[in-house]
């Protein structure tokens, strides 16, 4: 197929119709992505919480925080999808495969946002949790106040290189036939339209998605930590 | 006697670093203790502080003892307490205003403005007026150990536990914090300091404690622990440091 044979067939493929089926795929991706990420953030924190807790009452939700970090993270996602997709259908429960890719998505996640989580907050030296426990600090005080602050210029970075790698991850909810942009792809090439045109399409929408996330998280790198650190090393006299 | 403590013993893990501890201070006392590297000085304000839980023994303020296995209890000493670390502990992702208010305001639930009043007339004491809006990282050694020092007084302690404030310094910042430490002393507030500066020692204590082993050895005026030891042990540490 020649080059004027591709700009020929550009009105065919950008249809009303593909157009809108691309955006509805785009949009499954957005949500499994945002999703995963939101839900990732929040029990990530928890796991990670447990993990570092030396409360003897929270030791079995430390060790399940552990068992389920190191399991997970060693894991392919497909293989977890398919997990969650057929163990669904053994167990008898009736679930879309959009649900089971929300499901899968968010479980993984959480287990990598939680290390890097755990990583960052092992980064704020014990002393300064003890200078806030001697001053009255309580565990959530000490937590929002001293620890979290101190760890996101360690979290952010890695946080949100694994945001977008996970982005791209969601396309394997494809293989459960959720659509989202990679099946949105196959389904208008089996149409007959030029495979390179539609994942060339495809590719731009991923970068659409995952850019803003990647700027997002150089702002806030920059506005969180890492620019107030590097402004001035020296003592002011 | 208002900070009392009786029999008090603390290990790490298999080390037995406090053994038995008797030690009682007056209020607006000013006690040093001094003593070899590894003789539990610093462990001693850890334990009072309840950082490191007792072993076993008493410690009691104001005739209140604490039950270190009880929050409330210790909530309640620590708020009688504040503590000045060797390495300064200031909260990196805090100015030095931030850092002398934040408990204060959000842990004792006093007035922000007061407070803030309170801290910049300290800070401005101990020559850091014009650092209200820097962080720790962009300050000397010696401007940090001030900060922290005005730290721990916006809490308004009862009691002052200072420890080796002076030995993460340059020789040249020393003189900083110990002038800090004199203007403190002039208001009567009672300390009990862990130091190594012994003519630092010496000039503003009321009484001073030698430590071995996990042990007060020797306790007295400050004439009689340098001048006089009655004790072989506290002799022989006292001869060490004056031929250095």
């Known amino acids: 197929m020649s080059f004027s044979d591709l700009l020929g067939q550009l009105p065919r493929v950008f249809t009303y119709y593909n157009l809108l089926l691309l955006g509805q795929a785009a949009l499954t991706t957005l949500l499994l992505s945002a999703f995963g990420c939101i839900v990732g953030l929040v029990f990530g924190l928890l796991l990670a919480l447990a993990r570092r807790s030396h409360a003897r009452l929270l030791l079995p939700l430390k060790a399940f925080a552990f068992i389920y970090v190191e399991i997970l993270r060693r894991v392919p996602f497909l293989v977890t999808l398919m997990l969650f997709f057929f163990g669904s259908q053994v167990l008898g429960f009736d679930l879309a495969p959009l649900t089971i890719a929300l499901i899968s998505t968010s479980v993984i996640s959480t287990a990598f946002v939680s290390e890097i989580i755990r990583a960052g907050l092992d980064a704020v030296k014990q002393s300064q949790i003890e200078a806030a426990t001697v001053m009255n600090f309580g565990f959530w005080q000490t937590l929002r106040l001293v620890v979290l602050p101190q760890a996101w210029p360690v979290i952010l970075p890695p946080i949100f290189s694994y945001f977008v790698l996970f982005i791209k991850d969601t396309a394997l909810a494809s293989q459960a036939g959720v659509l989202e942009l990679v099946q949105a792809g196959r389904i208008l090439t089996t149409k007959g339209f030029s495979a390179f045109i539609v994942f060339g399409a495809v590719l731009l929408l991923y970068f659409v998605i995952s850019y803003p996330l990647a700027r997002l998280g150089s702002h806030l790198e920059s506005r969180l930590g890492v620019s107030r650190h590097s402004r001035a090393r020296r003592p002011i006299s | ?244």
């Open chain 2, 1 to 244: 006697m208002y900070l009392d403590i009786r029999g008090l013993a603390a290990r790490y893990h298999e080390l037995q670093v406090l053994d038995g501890i008797d030690l009682s201070i007056s209020r607006g006392e000013i006690v040093s203790l001094i003593g070899p590297s590894g003789s539990g000085k610093s462990t001693l304000l850890r334990a009072v502080t309840g950082l490191l839980p007792p072993e076993r023994g008493t410690v009691s303020i104001g005739g209140e003892e604490i039950d270190y296995k009880d929050r409330r209890s210790l909530r309640a000493a620590r708020s009688r307490l504040a503590i000045v670390f060797q390495q300064y502990n200031l909260f990196g992702n805090m100015t030095v205003l931030q850092n002398a208010v934040v408990a204060p305001v959000k842990i004792r639930g006093r007035s922000r403005a007061e407070v803030e009043a309170e801290a910049r007339d300290l800070l401005a004491r101990v020559g850091l007026g014009d650092k209200l809006d820097a962080y720790p990282d962009q300050l000397s050694g010696g401007q940090q150990q001030r900060v922290a020092i005005v730290r721990a007084l916006c809490l308004k302690p009862e009691i002052l536990l200072l420890d080796e404030v002076t030995s993460a310094l340059d020789p040249e910042r020393v003189s900083e914090v110990l002038d800090t430490i004199r203007l403190l002393a002039a208001e009567h507030i009672t300390m009990l300091i862990v130091s190594h500066e012994m003519s630092f020692v010496r000039d503003v204590s009321h009484r001073v404690a030698f430590m071995a082993e996990g042990r007060v050895l020797e306790i007295g005026p400050p004439e009689q622990i340098f001048d006089a030891p009655q004790v072989q042990r506290t002799r022989d540490f006292i001869d060490k440091i004056s031929r250095k």
